[in-house]
């Protein structure tokens, strides 16, 4: 009996423990798979860039890509993006007003000028984010890209560039191609997740 009331307590005791212990643990499993789905996903994105190396080193210079939906990763890069144009051209105006070298102001200006119009462009993609209309996305950022190309081309000639703007500008199109790309694969995968939708309601 003794021996009987003894195996019963270590059952219940050994119950109670794995109780407390198995949440955590299933817990901590899960947020690690997560992560690594997280990672893997940022991986498989930057891969389709013109730089996947940079690509990585500029999305996870924001806090909130680790915890990033495909979705999430899209809103990022804008914002990347956007500061990153606003940056240069708030730079390219500084540089017009303070250069004395006429040819160079003419340079500057047509630079800023290129990225006035892509900021306008970016407000525009923010608000096509919102309406989750990832194909006008595409054709906004190709847009601004265009924009960009005629910018380097004005500074191509630009030995004294102390702002590393060929640089920085090189950077912000690779932004614009993580964008497209994001946008891209959700174009995608909306239309897919509407589809079955259809199928299901054609299946009532």
Do not use: W
Request: aromatic share 6%; with cysteine; net charge negative.
């Amino acid at each position: 009996m003794a021996s009987t009331f003894a195996t019963l307590s270590m059952l219940l005791c050994l119950s109670l423990l794995f109780m407390s212990i198995d949440p955590s643990f299933a817990g901590h499993h899960h947020k690690k798979h997560h992560d690594n789905h997280n990672k893997s996903r940022l991986k498989k994105m930057c891969s389709k860039t013109s730089d996947s190396k940079l690509c990585l080193d500029f999305m996870k210079s924001d806090s909130r890509t680790s915890g990033a939906d495909n979705r999430g990763l899209l809103e990022i890069a804008i914002d990347l993006a956007y500061t990153k144009a606003t940056d240069i051209h708030k730079d390219l105006n500084s540089l017009y007003d303070s250069s004395g070298d006429y040819k160079l102001k003419d340079r500057y200006n047509s630079c800023s000028k290129n990225y006035h119009d892509t900021i306008r462009n970016l407000d525009l993609v923010k608000k096509l984010f919102n309406d989750r209309d990832y194909k006008r996305i595409e054709v906004q950022i190709s847009d601004s890209v265009e924009e960009i190309r005629d910018c380097k081309d004005q500074l191509k000639n630009n030995e004294n560039d102390s702002h590393d703007l060929k640089k920085r500008t090189k950077e912000f199109e690779l932004l614009c191609d993580v964008v497209k790309v994001s946008a891209k694969y959700l174009e995608g995968k909306d239309r897919d997740d509407k589809d079955r939708d259809d199928e299901d309601e054609d299946d009532d």
